[in-house]
């Protein structure tokens, strides 16, 4: 597979493979933080958290469109890729800064840097090869390989790097990644000349303020509107107000896409028209992939039984840690929250491991890690036997595991969860520095044990609810033991495992029907990847009945099921899609058709983040059916479309 590949593949590979590395390190648990309020996270609401990462996804794959225009027309691809990959580390070093503002305009540097990085080392990619080399295919499924090696790694690392030294450091060590990328490109950028080409203003195409007055200002006003009718027409609908408004700013954008096509000179009018329900499968197909962030990530977290693959994640630990003289951790404790619906089987805590106290706002600043003194003393009252003890800020003691720091004023705000209950979200101003760090302990057997806060519900659904469920009650951990879970965000490097083993595989399988005389197209291998697509949520409705309808864990292997299926349809889809860009599209406007590409993913993307908002509303039975007959409803059409697309395809030799 490797082999007579131009050279620049493979500089192109360690560019976005580390790139890559970098964007799924901090991606991992961009959720989790959002949401955590057990382990000094945002504590925001999953609706919220949801919102944050649909939007942030959607404009990372929306900036594709002016980035991609702006490499065609003035940059080049080259300093258009250099230029993202600033972006983006900046972007990264200002999240590790605590902070609202800082998160916010790290997220924003992310966004802008990936507009410039994303379509157009894409681009550099097809113009390696000349106009139908059959190679092309090939180079994309071994660039392809590149990302997902990126991506398997950031999961173990965003896993060890925050169970290790928390939420900010993981960001920290993505910026490092970014830059050594950004090593990459420079010391390749005589090699990759080839790839790039000098920036082109065609007379007869739209230039870039046109197209930013008739398409990026009107997206943005549509975008507003939908916004301001979200927010104040239906405030309390399923769709949450900026994710309406961007939905509702994407029209202009794809009115756009189809008047490329129907309005382009004859010759390469059949080529872009073909490019659209290429965009819709692709628009559908990351809608389901990218639920890996959100809803499969809830579903880790919340319904997935961690505890059985815990011996493998610490030998992987430990191997690493005889390799790089440090600790390294793939597990984490089970905080109260992973109890109430765990089995029999799985022990819970002992009680005076706990402190439950019925001010739940004091409870949600213990987890999130940011108290004032009214909610300390709020604590201290729950129980006679349990004493403040303050520590030194940089105490790491066995105490300081169980402590929270305290600020002189902590704005408190109360959101709706969606599910009758609300949220309690601690926020403190940005640069605000701790007062003191505090311990509440209880001595046990003669021995101080800093306790865990809770709210006295989840203490009662920890030891009262199995009583009706289990005809024996689960044994008990030791005083301040938790029992020992795989870190959620570990099952997304399977997708990203199934792509690196399942790549060589389907491109040798290819291979060899070509050689027996059976060719299977590019738009039929689109459709087979959106079948696999379909079966993947298929998949997860049947977990969903394994369930009971979420009061249960399952097993880790629905999960390992999922990322197989769904990267087998991943195989089919997505590295085709990107090979066809540069297949039907003129080159004076390839990067702005790859922008396109992105713009559906962001389409997608954005509702990968309102499902997973939504994901708590339905049953999961309910839910994954729902998505499953989206992807099957996609793949018809598709299926209805191939005889001309195949035409289409044929008549421009891919």
């Not at 609810?465 to 009650?473: D, E, H, L, M, V």
């Not at 997304?492 to 070509?514: D, E, K, Y």
């Not at 997608?604 to 983040?609: D, I, K, Q, R, T």
């Amino acid at each position: 597979m490797a082999q007579k590949h131009p050279a620049g593949l493979y500089r192109l590979f360690f560019t976005e493979m580390w790139e890559r590395l970098a964007f799924y390190t901090m991606l991992n648990i961009l959720l989790l933080y959002t949401t955590d309020s057990e382990r000094g996270g945002l504590g925001l609401t999953s609706a919220e958290g949801n919102e944050i990462y649909g939007l942030y996804l959607a404009f990372v794959y929306f900036t594709p469109f002016p980035g991609g225009m702006l490499a065609d027309r003035y940059l080049g691809y080259r300093k258009a890729v250099l230029i993202g990959a600033v972006f983006m580390s900046g972007g990264l070093f200002l999240m590790s800064i605590p902070g609202s503002t800082y998160f916010i305009t790290g997220l924003v540097g992310l966004i802008v840097g990936n507009g410039f990085f994303k379509p157009n080392i894409s681009v550099m990619v097809g113009n390696l090869y000349e106009p139908g080399d059959p190679k092309r295919d090939a180079g994309f499924n071994i660039f392809y390989m590149g990302i997902n090696i990126g991506a398997f790694v950031a999961s173990f690392l965003s896993s060890a790097v925050r169970n290790s030294a928390g939420w900010l450091w993981t960001f920290r060590v993505a910026a490092i990644g970014l830059l050594v990328a950004m090593v990459v490109l420079l010391l390749s950028w005589k090699v990759l000349e080839k790839a790039d080409r000098p920036p082109e203003q065609d007379p007869d195409a739209a230039g870039f303020g046109a197209v930013f007055g008739k398409i990026l200002m009107p997206a943005l006003g549509a975008g507003l509107v939908g916004f301001l009718i979200g927010q104040n027409v239906m405030p309390d609908g399923p769709v949450r107000p900026a994710v309406l408004g961007f939905l509702v700013g994407m029209i202009p954008v794809v009115i756009f896409f189809v008047r490329m096509g129907t309005t382009a000179p004859p010759k390469e009018r059949p080529g872009l028209q073909a490019l659209l329900p290429i965009y819709v499968a692709g628009g559908t197909f990351f809608m389901i992939l990218h639920l890996n962030g959100s809803a499969m990530t809830q579903w880790a977290r919340d319904n997935t039984d961690r505890t059985g693959g815990v011996a493998a994640a610490e030998a992987a630990g430990s191997v690493l840690s005889t390799v790089f003289f440090t600790e390294v951790k793939f597990t984490q404790e089970g905080l109260p929250s992973y109890y109430p619906n765990a089995g029999a089987e799985t022990p819970r805590p002992d009680p005076r491991s706990l402190l439950a106290v019925d001010n739940a706002t004091a409870a949600a600043m213990y987890g999130q890690q940011k108290l004032d003194e009214k909610a300390v003393e709020a604590i201290a009252a729950a129980a006679a036997d349990v004493e403040v003890r303050e520590l030194a800020l940089d105490d790491s003691s066995p105490l300081a595991a169980r402590s929270a720091t305290v600020y002189d004023e902590v704005k408190i705000e109360t959101s709706d969860d969606g599910h009758g209950g609300s949220v309690t979200t601690a926020k403190v101003a940005d640069g605000a520095k701790p007062s003191k760090r505090v311990a509440f302990v209880r001595e046990i057997e003669g021995e101080p044990l800093a306790v865990y806060v809770v709210e006295d519900s989840l203490y009662a659904d920890i030891y009262d609810g199995y009583q009706t469920r289990f005809s024996k009650a689960p044994s008990l951990l030791p005083p301040g033991k938790f029992v020992t879970i795989v870190s959620p965000e570990l099952y997304q490097s399977f997708n990203a495992l199934f792509v690196v083993a399942f790549t060589p595989l389907v491109v040798w399988f290819f291979g060899m029907i070509r050689r027996k005389g059976i060719e299977i197209s590019t738009a039929q291998k689109v459709f087979w990847g959106l079948v696999l697509t379909t079966g993947s949520m298929v998949l997860m409705a049947v977990a969903g009945m394994m369930s009971d309808g979420g009061s249960l864990k399952v097993s880790g292997m629905w999960l390992v099921g999922f990322y197989g299926v769904v990267t087998l349809g991943e195989l089919l889809l997505s590295p085709m899609g990107l090979s066809l860009v540069t297949k039907l599209t003129p080159a004076r406007l390839v990067g702005l058709a790859m922008g396109g590409w992105f713009m559906a993913t962001a389409f997608g993307n954005n509702l990968s983040g309102f499902f997973g908002g939504i994901q708590g509303s339905l049953s999961p039975v309910s839910f994954f059916l729902v998505l499953a007959g989206l992807a099957g409803a996609s793949a018809l059409f598709i299926r209805v479309l191939l005889p001309r697309l195949d035409k289409t395809l044929s008549n421009y030799g891919a």
